[in-house]
């Protein structure tokens, strides 16, 4: 599973096709929301390449 904070990321994630297996609320900020993603080398790879853009 990873999880993701930010919800910029996640609706970039679901536009290239990744689906949130669960939501859950946030233990390190009250009050925000976790997506969680499957973890898979695809995803790795999406995140590593907004990562590189400054997306």
């Given at each position: 599973m990873k999880c993701i904070l930010?919800?910029?990321v996640a609706k970039h994630l679901l536009s290239?096709?990744?689906?949130i297996v669960d939501l859950?609320?946030?233990?390190?900020?009250?009050g925000n929301i976790?997506?969680?993603f499957e973890q898979s080398e695809a995803l790795e790879r999406e995140l590593a390449k907004m990562k590189?853009?400054?997306d």
């Open positions: 930010s919800y910029r290239k096709g990744f689906k859950d609320t946030s233990y390190k900020i009250r976790v997506f969680i590189r853009k400054g």
